[in-house]
């Protein structure tokens, strides 16, 4: 069980970084594409990167 949530959880994680980087155009930022993208679960709890996230996700 704890395997399965493991590989729903990384899935999910892939999933969010992918769409972030493709989407990356879309927001206010210009520098720290990889930074930002695979800090998403951490810096989310952030109102301006959730915003940003939210923007990229719809590009």
Known sequence: MVGFLGFVLLVVYGLGAWKFWAGFHQTHYSQSRALLT??????????????????????
């Open 38 to 59: 695979f800090g998403w679960p951490v810096m989310i709890f952030n109102a301006s990167y959730r915003q940003n996230f939210r923007r990229a996700l719809k590009g």
